[in-house]
Protein backbone atom coordinates (compact mmCIF):
# COMPACT_ATOMS: atom_id res chain seq x y z
CA UNK A 1 0.00 0.00 0.00
CA UNK A 2 1.08 3.57 -0.96
CA UNK A 3 2.50 5.49 1.69
CA UNK A 4 0.10 8.16 2.68
CA UNK A 5 -2.75 6.05 1.85
CA UNK A 6 -5.48 5.49 4.37
CA UNK A 7 -6.15 2.09 5.94
CA UNK A 8 -9.97 1.46 5.61
CA UNK A 9 -10.86 0.01 9.20
CA UNK A 10 -13.94 -1.28 7.35
CA UNK A 11 -13.17 -2.39 4.02
CA UNK A 12 -14.69 -6.21 3.18
CA UNK A 13 -11.37 -7.58 1.30
CA UNK A 14 -9.41 -7.13 4.89
CA UNK A 15 -8.05 -10.41 6.50
CA UNK A 16 -7.45 -10.47 9.89
CA UNK A 17 -5.62 -13.07 11.69
CA UNK A 18 -7.11 -14.46 13.85
CA UNK A 19 -10.65 -13.91 12.54
CA UNK A 20 -12.66 -11.81 14.18
CA UNK A 21 -14.69 -14.00 16.90
CA UNK A 22 -16.68 -13.60 19.81
CA UNK A 23 -15.81 -13.11 23.58
CA UNK A 24 -12.69 -11.51 25.38
CA UNK A 25 -9.95 -10.84 23.08
CA UNK A 26 -5.74 -10.55 23.37
CA UNK A 27 -3.02 -9.39 21.21
CA UNK A 28 0.68 -7.91 21.75
CA UNK A 29 2.57 -7.40 18.60
CA UNK A 30 5.54 -6.82 21.26
CA UNK A 31 8.62 -9.17 20.97
CA UNK A 32 11.86 -9.31 23.94
CA UNK A 33 14.37 -7.11 22.44
CA UNK A 34 12.29 -4.67 20.14
CA UNK A 35 12.26 -2.01 22.84
CA UNK A 36 14.89 1.30 22.41
CA UNK A 37 15.23 3.08 25.09
CA UNK A 38 15.98 7.17 24.07
CA UNK A 39 19.83 7.72 23.70
CA UNK A 40 18.98 11.64 25.11
CA UNK A 41 16.11 13.17 26.88
CA UNK A 42 15.15 14.84 24.12
CA UNK A 43 14.61 11.80 21.83
CA UNK A 44 11.62 10.14 22.79
CA UNK A 45 10.08 10.15 19.52
CA UNK A 46 13.09 8.92 17.74
CA UNK A 47 13.21 6.04 19.95
CA UNK A 48 9.49 5.32 20.08
CA UNK A 49 9.60 5.43 16.04
CA UNK A 50 12.94 2.85 16.25
CA UNK A 51 10.73 0.66 19.00
CA UNK A 52 7.64 0.71 16.77
CA UNK A 53 10.08 -0.01 13.72
CA UNK A 54 11.61 -3.06 15.47
CA UNK A 55 7.85 -4.81 16.36
CA UNK A 56 6.81 -4.45 12.68
CA UNK A 57 10.19 -5.69 10.98
CA UNK A 58 10.92 -9.46 11.30
CA UNK A 59 14.38 -10.55 12.44
CA UNK A 60 16.91 -8.88 14.88
CA UNK A 61 15.72 -5.39 16.50
CA UNK A 62 17.75 -2.19 15.79
CA UNK A 63 18.49 -0.58 18.75
CA UNK A 64 21.52 1.12 17.71
CA UNK A 65 22.13 4.67 19.38
CA UNK A 66 23.63 6.03 15.86
CA UNK A 67 20.24 4.64 14.00
CA UNK A 68 17.85 6.37 16.83
CA UNK A 69 20.36 9.88 16.31
CA UNK A 70 19.70 9.78 12.74
CA UNK A 71 15.91 8.86 12.65
CA UNK A 72 15.53 11.79 15.34
CA UNK A 73 17.61 14.58 12.57
CA UNK A 74 15.36 12.86 9.72
CA UNK A 75 12.68 13.36 11.74
CA UNK A 76 13.49 16.97 12.22
CA UNK A 77 14.49 17.66 8.32
CA UNK A 78 11.28 16.29 7.23
CA UNK A 79 10.19 19.87 7.72
CA UNK A 80 6.72 19.39 9.07
CA UNK A 81 5.84 23.42 9.76
CA UNK A 82 7.23 23.24 13.61
CA UNK A 83 11.12 23.36 13.24
CA UNK A 84 10.54 27.73 14.20
CA UNK A 85 8.91 26.56 17.28
CA UNK A 86 11.60 24.38 18.13
CA UNK A 87 14.59 26.77 17.38
CA UNK A 88 13.07 29.29 19.46
CA UNK A 89 12.25 26.97 22.30
CA UNK A 90 15.36 25.21 22.23
CA UNK A 91 18.35 27.90 21.17
CA UNK A 92 19.63 27.94 17.56
CA UNK A 93 22.96 26.56 18.94
CA UNK A 94 21.28 23.74 20.91
CA UNK A 95 18.87 23.18 17.64
CA UNK A 96 21.75 22.09 15.63
CA UNK A 97 22.96 19.94 18.10
CA UNK A 98 19.27 18.04 18.90
CA UNK A 99 19.00 19.04 22.10
CA UNK A 100 14.78 19.26 21.22
CA UNK A 101 12.11 17.33 20.84
CA UNK A 102 10.31 16.33 17.88
CA UNK A 103 6.51 16.85 16.95
CA UNK A 104 3.65 14.41 16.22
CA UNK A 105 3.85 15.30 12.92
CA UNK A 106 7.43 14.49 12.67
CA UNK A 107 6.56 11.10 14.21
CA UNK A 108 4.23 10.43 11.70
CA UNK A 109 6.11 11.69 8.72
CA UNK A 110 9.09 9.46 9.47
CA UNK A 111 7.06 6.40 10.12
CA UNK A 112 5.79 6.93 6.92
CA UNK A 113 8.68 8.09 4.66
CA UNK A 114 10.47 4.88 5.89
CA UNK A 115 7.74 2.57 4.45
CA UNK A 116 5.81 1.87 8.30
CA UNK A 117 2.53 3.80 7.35
CA UNK A 118 -0.01 4.85 6.40
CA UNK A 119 0.34 6.49 9.92
CA UNK A 120 -2.02 9.22 10.78
CA UNK A 121 -2.36 12.14 13.34
CA UNK A 122 -5.75 11.49 15.29
CA UNK A 123 -6.69 12.63 19.02
CA UNK A 124 -9.41 11.55 21.18
CA UNK A 125 -11.45 13.97 24.00
CA UNK A 126 -10.57 11.32 26.58
CA UNK A 127 -7.72 8.85 27.61
CA UNK A 128 -10.75 6.30 27.69
CA UNK A 129 -11.62 6.92 24.02
CA UNK A 130 -7.59 7.21 23.08
CA UNK A 131 -7.17 4.20 24.17
CA UNK A 132 -10.13 2.70 22.47
CA UNK A 133 -9.19 4.13 19.35
CA UNK A 134 -5.78 2.92 19.88
CA UNK A 135 -7.02 -0.82 20.36
CA UNK A 136 -9.30 -1.00 17.40
CA UNK A 137 -6.28 0.68 15.35
CA UNK A 138 -3.78 -2.21 16.58
CA UNK A 139 -6.83 -5.20 15.93
CA UNK A 140 -7.38 -3.43 12.12
CA UNK A 141 -3.82 -2.85 11.40
CA UNK A 142 -1.48 -5.04 13.21
CA UNK A 143 1.08 -2.13 13.74
CA UNK A 144 1.64 -0.48 17.22
CA UNK A 145 0.03 3.07 17.90
CA UNK A 146 2.34 6.11 19.33
CA UNK A 147 0.60 7.73 21.91
CA UNK A 148 1.51 11.15 23.49
CA UNK A 149 1.23 11.36 27.04
CA UNK A 150 2.87 13.87 29.72
CA UNK A 151 0.47 16.24 28.81
CA UNK A 152 1.88 16.30 25.26
CA UNK A 153 5.60 16.09 26.49
CA UNK A 154 6.80 12.58 26.24
CA UNK A 155 6.09 9.73 23.90
CA UNK A 156 4.80 5.59 24.40
CA UNK A 157 4.23 2.63 21.78
CA UNK A 158 0.98 0.83 23.18
CA UNK A 159 1.26 -2.39 21.35
CA UNK A 160 -1.27 -4.90 22.35
CA UNK A 161 -4.00 -4.54 24.60
CA UNK A 162 -6.61 -7.01 26.36
CA UNK A 163 -10.23 -6.29 25.79
CA UNK A 164 -13.76 -7.96 27.37
CA UNK A 165 -15.04 -8.28 23.40
CA UNK A 166 -12.30 -8.48 19.86
CA UNK A 167 -12.37 -4.95 18.26
CA UNK A 168 -12.84 -6.25 14.73
CA UNK A 169 -15.91 -8.07 15.85
CA UNK A 170 -17.69 -5.93 17.55
CA UNK A 171 -17.91 -1.58 18.85
CA UNK A 172 -19.34 -2.73 21.81
CA UNK A 173 -15.79 -3.70 24.11
CA UNK A 174 -13.82 -2.50 26.94
CA UNK A 175 -10.28 -2.57 26.90
CA UNK A 176 -8.82 -3.82 30.17
CA UNK A 177 -5.44 -3.89 29.72
CA UNK A 178 -2.77 -2.22 27.70
CA UNK A 179 0.59 -3.00 27.02
CA UNK A 180 2.65 -0.16 26.94
CA UNK A 181 7.10 0.77 25.90
CA UNK A 182 7.94 4.12 27.58
CA UNK A 183 11.61 4.94 26.07
CA UNK A 184 12.06 6.54 29.04
CA UNK A 185 12.19 3.57 30.90
CA UNK A 186 13.68 2.64 33.42
CA UNK A 187 14.18 6.00 34.54
Same mark, same amino acid.
Given at each position: ????? #??????????????????? /?????????????????????? #??????????????????????? %????????????? &??????? #???? %?????????????????????????????????????? %??????????????????? %?????????? /??????????? &? /???????????????
Amino acid at each position: MPVGE #AIRLDAPDLVLEPRPAPGP /FKMNLYSKGDFVHQATKYWCVA #AAVQTMMNIVDDGKPNTSKAYQK %RLHFEGRDLDQGE &DDFWRRL #AGES %RWRKGLHGLGLRDWVGLLNSNGYGPYEVDRARTRKKAI %RMAAKAIRMTGRPVGLVVW %RGAHSWVMSG /FTATADPAYTN &D /FKVKKVFIQDPWYPY
